[in-house]
């Protein structure tokens, strides 16, 4: 992140949050949050120390990092951390106690929506702790996991990471990541419903330029694979 104001922007996207409702949640005007993020002001500082406060649990950004874009560590996860993974050739084995193995594709090769039911692109497995899907609502027949490429949603995902996919999510419904299918490619971005109903892409990383797609183009042009629900931060 190269400014205060793209790391505000970034706090407020780690709540899904709006303009609109970040500002209700700090007590000030849509338009302070639309001068904060473009820096055009700077805020206070007990308006910066109630974004970091608005960081979702277990987040390990903090003030120097929202300050200053240091003492973040990436090796640390974003994500809250539910599950003990397991390394690749851990395939066929019985899972110990309440934790279930989820497979790995390798989306790479298979390059469309259809392999999530062909074994022949798992690449491996982790295991999961069945107690924390449940709380979830998370159904092992619905999930699977891929690896992120590329930087287009740095610093919330980076090449490498691995996704936890919900398959059965195939419709845009509240602010998410989520797996999209284009052309022959899988790529992870931030979508938004619209009041009108178009659909709102969006990059995390202020180097790429967001787009919508118009309520006509939704039904044609965008392909849900499925809503990400766990990020695993490569080391």
Not at 78 to 95: H, M
Not at 215 to 227: C, F, I, P, Y
Request: glycine residues 8%; charged residues 25%; negative net charge.
């Amino acid at each position: 992140m190269n400014t205060l104001g793209e790391r505000i922007k970034v706090v407020r996207r780690s709540i899904n949050a709006t303009q609109g409702g970040f500002a209700s949640l700090l007590g000030i005007s849509q338009k302070m949050v639309t001068t904060y993020e473009s820096d055009a002001v700077i805020p206070k500082v007990d308006i910066l120390a109630g974004i970091v406060d608005l960081l979702p649990e277990g987040d390990p950004r903090d003030l120097e990092w929202l300050i200053r874009g240091e003492g973040f560590s990436r090796k640390k996860s974003l994500f809250k951390e539910p599950v003990k993974q397991w390394p690749d050739g851990d395939k066929g084995k019985t899972p110990q106690g309440n934790y279930v193995y989820l497979p790995l594709y390798d989306v790479r090769a298979s390059m469309g929506v259809g392999a999530f039911n062909d074994t022949e692109y798992v690449v491996g497995e982790r295991a999961f702790n069945q107690a924390w899907l449940q709380s979830e609502n998370l159904k092992k027949e619905s999930l699977a996991l891929i690896q992120a490429e590329g930087d287009s949603m740095e610093p919330t995902l980076s090449d490498g990471d691995t996704l936890l996919i919900d398959h059965s999510i195939t419709k845009v419904k509240s602010e998410a990541i989520y797996v999209l299918r284009i052309g022959e490619t899988l790529v992870a971005k931030r979508l938004q419903m619209l009041f009108d109903g178009s659909v709102s892409v969006q990059c995390d990383n202020p180097r790429y330029q967001d787009y919508t797609i118009s309520a006509s183009e939704v039904e044609t042009s965008l392909t849900v694979v499925g809503r990400v629900v766990w990020v695993g931060r490569r080391l």
